[in-house]
Structure formats: structure tokens, C-alpha cells
């Protein structure tokens, strides 16, 4: 889907729409109070204060109709610059205008936009005429925090989209129904993967038997993986003393997105939003020679993070989360050929789930965050060059960030975007000179002497809720056999007389560790066929007569018309050997 913000022109008529809308709104509801109406990579939107009044979908459609009126009607757009005197008396009616002109400095050129009988503060460009904003469509009203802020009153915000062209705003909106369709949180609901409830709180998950099932299989995937690299995995206590987390510098550092402490009789504890602390530990409880090395701890291992509730989102941003994670502990020479290692994993990974639409991203530190990052420029440039170099190396094309660094150091992230364009990391892999130092971390060099190692920190899956939130999407669903929590739905023609054929089936596949049910119920064959295509199982049998006799399957493979008849044996030995290819 096309990032409007990213596109010179369009980014110019949807904040030029944007003015459009306020206009309206003000014509509708004159005594409306304006805060801000920016070009985002969706479109647009604008924060209106509308005192107590509750915007309705009806509402939308009369202000579309009052834009439609005015952009008809044509008038020009124009530019005027005025000192900040002029400004404050301009825009005196408006509160929220007034506390930004009040932030500009005190001989600023303050720049405003005029069409027809609406001024607006605004820095511009903007289109030459209203005219030019006709194709738009004004897309939800939400609520939304004055300055983001939850203490502040709460404003009303109206997104919209605007065209040149008629034709691409109807084929932006065709995309954006089918995004919506893709959505893991409508799948999942629709296929029973996943649930939450009010009782339970925002971005807490329960992960329902289908989802459970899908999840068991993609465990098991990379940690078999996993140990065939060398990875010896751990179980650890997902709560600490908050004196471990004053050790490992997460204290100073990460305390905002930590739940807070509990306190009980003398003791501080946390619900840990990392491993790294109990690794450092494990790591630190044996001597370590530098013929050891690397040595690689990983874990699936639940975490939790104080994630703002409106920013979490179904199982991509939630606030307790498992990770695919693990910690390597490496000599200063191993760095570059194991951070390749870890690349070429989420290489690997990626290919045995088809993912192909991702951009790596190295995220670097915000030298002026002081807060955010501990300060020794050496080290940071360091890691940092390191891990720049490794993608050269590999060849792989990316993108730099500044300020997306973890607080220990910076990372190699693999950016996705979901069904509704939110862009988030997949996969991770980070380099880190701090907490070996913090933790005192030691091991024996060739010289007897104690040195510093360096700890990797990787997780290819990321979490298993963003992952599956992922592969939801981008399956919309229908998974592949391995992973599809039922792969076989058996439909005898005639409940009784076919039963017992069907069960003998049920009966060879279930022994094969196959995920098999028999479909008894008296209802129509093609009422269950039909439920067994909308639960997209991969395989829908169906057993009359002629299958009995003859000892065979008729299956139907999900998304296909067509019927396809095989030997139970021919059957068995074709599912086995597309769940062992995870076809
Ligand atoms: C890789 N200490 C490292 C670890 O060793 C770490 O915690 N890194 S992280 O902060 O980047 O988190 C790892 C991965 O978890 C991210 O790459 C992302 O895929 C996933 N993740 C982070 N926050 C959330 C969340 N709120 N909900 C779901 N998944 C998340
Ligand atoms: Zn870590």
C-alpha cells in the first residue's frame, strides 16, 4: 500500500484536504476548536475539540458532503507570512493555536494559509486550489489525547485520504478493505486462534487450542534448529529482584516500560522485561575458557512490558510475550563470523516460511539521548561499525535509524509491515559491549589472563505473538500443513455407513502424529465442506461408497475445486512428506 508521507505530491493535497476538513467542520459546527491536522503515511488526519459533542459515522458523511461543497466551489489557497503579534491576535479565538504560536520564538515569520472564509496555521506548501482535494474520503473518527497526553482532554480525530485521481483513490480503497480482511485480529477471531478479554486487561492474549497448536509446532521448529547450531536452551524465573535489574543498567534505563515493582516484607520484585540479566548470570556461573566460546544460551522465554494500552495491538504488541531468544557469549574475534551466522538464520528461517517482503534496518543510538543510552562514544562506534560491516559483507541491502538502538548497544532489525501498515521488527540481532562489563563477565584467554567477552543478543522468531500475528497475516490464515492446527477433516458421505472407514483413516493418520478429526455430525455434506473450507483445513476428505470399497481417499486440498483420489497408503506418504518439506 502506498506510504502517502513518503510521496512528494500526495503528501502536499492530503495536508491541503486536511485544511479542507477543518473548513468544514467549522462551517458545521462553528464554535470547533483546532489543534493540529498532519499528513501521515496513511493519509491524514485532524484533532478537533468539539467540547462535548461525539463525532457519529453520520456525522463523517455530512462533513464529507460540506467538503465536497467547497472544493466544488473552487476557491484559491493562499499564503500569508505575519510576525507573531498578528498571529496571537489571529487566531485568538483558538486556544490550541495560541499555545503554538506561543512556542515560536519571538521575531518568527509565522506563516497561515487562507481559502474562502477559513484561515489556517500552517507552514505549508499546499495545493493551488481547494478544487485539487475533490477525491478524497474521510476513512474513522477516534478519540485522541490532547498532545498525545493522557492527562489532557480528550480530542476527536478524523482521518481521512485524498487522490489526484478518482481511479486511485477507489484502488487505495479496495486495498485498504482487503487490509482490513488480512487483519490477524479478525482471522484470529474467525478461526478461534486467539481471545482477549476486559477481565484479563489490554494486550494480554490467550492463545486458544488452534492458535496453541500452530504455536507447539513453530517451538518446536526453531528450537531444533536451534540445537543443531550449538544452542543450549534454559528455563528461568520470570521474576527477578529489582537489584538485578539495577546491575544490568535496565534500571536507568528501561524502567519505563517495566511493570512496577511489587514490594514484599524486605524484598523489591519485577516481572522481567528481558533475559538477558539471568543469562549474564548463567554465563557468569562457571569459569570460561577461550577455547569455550561461543557459547549460546537461549530461551523461549516470557517477558513483559508496560506497553502503552493504546498502542497495543492483538498479538503484534502485547504486553506479556514469549521470545525466540537467546544470548551469545563470543571472543572479540568471533564477533563478525557469528553475527553472519545469526543473519544467515533469519535468512534461513525466512525461506522455510516464505517470508520475502521485509527491509533490515541497522538501529543506531541518539548521541543527544543521554537518558536512553549509556555514554561511551568508543564503544558505541564500535559495535556499530561492526555490525555495519557484517551487512556490507553479506551484501545485504538496509537502512539506517538513529535512536532505534537498544540501550546497550545497537541492533541489526528486521522491519516488517502488518496488514493495517504498521511497520515493526521481526527479527533482531544485537551487539553489546555494556552488559559483559556490567555483569563483570569473564573468560580465560591464551595467556591465562582474564578478558571481556561480548554478548549477541538475537531472537529470529522475535516473539511468538508478533510472529504469529505475522504469519497470520501473511497466510490470511491458511496455513501450511505443518503448521495448520487441523490438517486433515475426514467427511464421511453417509455418517453411518462410511463411519467406520473414516475412523480407520483417522485411526493411520493419528498415528503418524497427523492432525485428523472425523466430521459425524448429521448435518449436509456440503454444509460441512463448506465449514471445512472457511476453517481453511488444508485437506477435506470425503468418503462414500467408492473410497470403501476400493481402499482410497477422495480429498479436496483447500482452495482448489477439484477432487483428487489416492490410496490411503499413496494419502499418507504424501502428507508425511509435505510436513517433513513444510510445504
Ligand atoms: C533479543 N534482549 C533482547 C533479546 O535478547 C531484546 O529483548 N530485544 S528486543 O527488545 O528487541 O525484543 C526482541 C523482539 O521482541 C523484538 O525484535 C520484537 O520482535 C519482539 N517484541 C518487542 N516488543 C514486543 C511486544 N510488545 N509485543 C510483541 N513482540 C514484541
Ligand atoms: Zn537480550
Redesign the pocket.
Known amino acids: 500500500m502506498i506510504d502517502i508521507k513518503k510521496d512528494e505530491r500526495l503528501s502536499v493535497l492530503n495536508h491541503s484536504c486536511a485544511h479542507l476538513l477543518a473548513q468544514a467542520v467549522k462551517h458545521l459546527y462553528p464554535s470547533a476548536k483546532f489543534w493540529v491536522g498532519p499528513v501521515i503515511s496513511e493519509g491524514f488526519y485532524y484533532d478537533i475539540d468539539l467540547g462535548d459533542y461525539t463525532l457519529t459515522d453520520e456525522d463523517l458523511e455530512k462533513i464529507s458532503k460540506e467538503m465536497k461543497k467547497i472544493a466544488k466551489d473552487g476557491k484559491r489557497i493562499y499564503r500569508e507570512e505575519i510576525n507573531k503579534e498578528e498571529a496571537l491576535e489571529k487566531f485568538k479565538d483558538d486556544p490550541y493555536k495560541i499555545d503554538i504560536i506561543n512556542n515560536f520564538p519571538k521575531d518568527e515569520v509565522i506563516s497561515c494559509y487562507t481559502q474562502g472564509d477559513f484561515t489556517d496555521l500552517c507552514s505549508g506548501p499546499h495545493v493551488d486550489s481547494v478544487k485539487e482535494c475533490k477525491n478524497f474520503k474521510l476513512l474513522k473518527v477516534s478519540g485522541a489525547y490532547y498532545k498525545g497526553d493522557s492527562k489532557n482532554k480528550m480530542l476527536q480525530r478524523i482521518y481521512g485520504v485524498c487522490f489526484d485521481k478518482k481511479e486511485d483513490l477507489e484502488k487505495h480503497l479496495e486495498l485498504l478493505e482487503e487490509a482490513k480482511e488480512r487483519d490477524h485480529r479478525k482471522i484470529g477471531k474467525d478461526l478461534d486462534l486467539f481471545m482477549g478479554h476486559e477481565l484479563v486487561g489490554p494486550g494480554l492474549q490467550m492463545w486458544l487450542p488452534n492458535g496453541a497448536t500452530v504455536r507447539y509446532e513453530l517451538e518446536k521448529y526453531i528450537k531444533e534448529k536451534e540445537v543443531k547450531l550449538g544452542y543450549n536452551h534454559v528455563y528461568t524465573p520470570y521474576l527477578a529482584s529489582s537489584e538485578l535489574y539495577k546491575v544490568s543498567g535496565h534500571w536507568d534505563h528501561y524502567k519505563d516500560d517495566m511493570f512496577p515493582v511489587m514490594k514484599m516484607d524486605n524484598e523489591e520484585l519485577v516481572l522481567r522485561p528481558?533475559?538477558?540479566p539471568h543469562h549474564m548470570l548463567i554465563y557468569k556461573n562457571k569459569l570460561h575458557s577461550y577455547r569455550d566460546l561461543p557459547i549460546k544460551i537461549g530461551e523461549l522465554a516470557p517477558d513483559f512490558?508496560y506497553?502503552a494500552s493504546g498502542a497495543v495491538c492483538g498479538l503484534?504488541?502485547?504486553?506479556q510475550?514469549c521470545?525466540n531468544?537467546a544470548?551469545l557469549f563470543v571472543r572479540p574475534d568471533q564477533i563478525k563470523e557469528e553475527v553472519s551466522k545469526v543473519v544467515n538464520l533469519i535468512l534461513d528461517v525466512y525461506k522455510d516460511f516464505n517470508i520475502t517482503d521485509y527491509e533490515f534496518r541497522l538501529s543506531l543510538r541518539d548521541k543527544n539521548n543521554t537518558e536512553k543510552y549509556f555514554d561511551d562514544d568508543e564503544m558505541w562506534e564500535k559495535a556499530e561499525s561492526e555490525l555495519r560491516k557484517v551487512l556490507v559483507e553479506l551484501g545485504i541491502d538496509f537502512y539506517e535509524a538513529i535512536g532505534e538502538a537498544?540501550f546497550y548497544g545497537p541492533?541489526l532489525?528486521v522491519q516488517i509491515k502488518s496488514a493495517i501498515g504498521h511497520d515493526v521488527?521481526?527479527?533482531?540481532c544485537?551487539l553489546d559491549f555494556l552488559l559483559p562489563e556490567r555483569f563483570d563477565l569473564t573468560y580465560v584467554d591464551e595467556q591465562g589472563k582474564k578478558v571481556r567477552p561480548v554478548v549477541i543478543?538475537?531472537?529470529i522468531l522475535?516473539?511468538f505473538?508478533?510472529f504469529m500475528a505475522f504469519l497470520i497475516e501473511e497466510t490470511k490464515g491458511a496455513f501450511p500443513l505443518w503448521l495448520a492446527p487441523l490438517q486433515v477433516d475426514i467427511i464421511p458421505v453417509n455418517s453411518k455407513l462410511h463411519l467406520e472407514y473414516a475412523c480407520e483413516i483417522q485411526n493411520i493418520l493419528n498415528s503418524d502424529d497427523i492432525r485428523v478429526k472425523v466430521d459425524d455430525r448429521d448435518e449436509k455434506l456440503s454444509y460441512k465442506m463448506r465449514e471445512s473450507q472457511a476453517n481453511k483445513v488444508p485437506y477435506t476428505l470425503i468418503i462414500g461408497d467408492k473410497e470403501m470399497e476400493n481402499k482410497t481417499v477422495s480429498y479436496r486440498l483447500f482452495g482448489h475445486k477439484e477432487t483428487e483420489t489416492l490410496t490411503l497408503k499413496e494419502f499418507e506418504d504424501l502428507l508425511l512428506k509435505q510436513i517433513k518439506e513444510k510445504k
Open positions: 528481558m533475559n538477558c512490558r506497553e503484534e504488541r502485547v504486553r510475550m521470545q531468544d544470548h537498544a541492533k532489525d521488527t521481526l527479527s533482531t544485537q543478543h538475537r531472537a522475535g516473539t505473538d508478533r
